[in-house]
Nanobody, 121 residues
Framework: QLQLVESGGGSVQSGGSLRLTCAAS????????MAWFRQAPGKEREGVAY???????IYADSVKFRFTISQDNTKNTLFLQMNSLKPEDTAMYYC???????????????WGQGTQVTVSS
C-alpha cells in the first residue's frame, strides 16, 4: 500500500517562499502519477500542479509562474517550490498519487494527510 507523507509547510509573510516535500513509500512500483492539491478553509479542494503522461508539469492558473513542481528520478519524492506567496495561497496542501490517472480531478487513489501553509499579509 502506497503511503504519502507531506512536510515543509509553515507560516510565512506575503512574498515569501516555502518548499513542500512529499515522500512516497510502501510500494516497489514507481510507475505513478503525482500531484499537489490544496484546500483553503471553507473551500473545496483544488488542484495545484501535476505531471501529465509526458512528464510535463501542469499548473493551475492561480499558481502559474510562482510554483514549481518537481520529483526525484525514483518518483519517490515530490516537491513543490512556492515563491511569491500570497495570503490566498493559505491552505492545507496535499500530495496525491495514482498508477493510471493524472489531472486536476480528485481521482487519485492515494493521498497524504496534508501540510498546512499559512501566508500572512
Amino acid at each position: 500500500q502506497l503511503q504519502l507523507v507531506e512536510s515543509g509547510g509553515g507560516s510565512v509573510q506575503s512574498g515569501g517562499s516555502l518548499r513542500l516535500t512529499c515522500a512516497a513509500s510502501g510500494s516497489p512500483d514507481s510507475r505513478r502519477y503525482m500531484a499537489w492539491f490544496r484546500q483553503a478553509p471553507g473551500k473545496e479542494r483544488e488542484g495545484v500542479a501535476y505531471f501529465n503522461a509526458y512528464g510535463k508539469p501542469i499548473y493551475a492558473d492561480s499558481v502559474k509562474f510562482r510554483f514549481t513542481i518537481s520529483q526525484d528520478n525514483t518518483k519517490n519524492t515530490l516537491f513543490l517550490q512556492m515563491n511569491s506567496l500570497k495570503p490566498e495561497d493559505t491552505a492545507m496542501y496535499y500530495c496525491a498519487a495514482d498508477p493510471l490517472y493524472f489531472g486536476f480531478i480528485e481521482a487519485y487513489d492515494f493521498w497524504g494527510q496534508g501540510t498546512q501553509v499559512t501566508v500572512s499579509s
